[in-house]
């Protein structure tokens, strides 16, 4: 999967210090493999901001720059959504 995602092609608001990123290879191969995917890890893994990121940009490649890309993250709080949305589009630099 290396093709559609690589080190070299990270945003640029990629955190490549999180330790989600030790593990990239392995988040896409099972994400090729099912509909559903759900992530748990220690607070400031990066599982909340940087793998929506992550597979967007995997997505995107896959298919052609389609933006008919969506991609689910939940939060047990509505504020707590938001924020992570705010921090995400900043981060991207793209209006919500």
């Given at each position: 999967?290396?093709?559609?995602?690589?080190?070299?092609?990270?945003?640029?608001?990629?955190?490549?210090?999180?330790?989600?990123?030790?593990?990239?290879?392995?988040?896409?191969?099972?994400?090729?493999?099912?509909?559903?995917?759900?992530?748990?890890?220690?607070?400031?893994?990066?599982?909340?901001?940087?793998?929506?990121?992550?597979l967007?940009?995997?997505f995107?490649?896959?298919?052609?720059?389609?933006?008919?890309?969506?991609?689910?993250?939940?939060?047990p709080?509505?504020?707590?959504?938001?924020?992570?949305?705010?921090?995400?589009?900043?981060?991207?630099?793209?209006?919500?």
């Amino acid at each position: 999967n290396k093709q559609y995602y690589s080190v070299d092609s990270y945003h640029k608001s990629f955190n490549m210090s999180l330790p989600v990123h030790e593990v990239v290879d392995e988040i896409i191969r099972i994400i090729d493999s099912n509909q559903i995917f759900v992530c748990t890890g220690e607070t400031g893994s990066g599982k909340t901001t940087q793998i929506p990121q992550i597979l967007l940009e995997y997505f995107q490649r896959k298919s052609s720059g389609s933006s008919n890309i969506l991609i689910g993250v939940t939060q047990p709080r509505r504020v707590a959504a938001m924020s992570v949305s705010r921090r995400v589009a900043n981060e991207r630099n793209v209006r919500l």
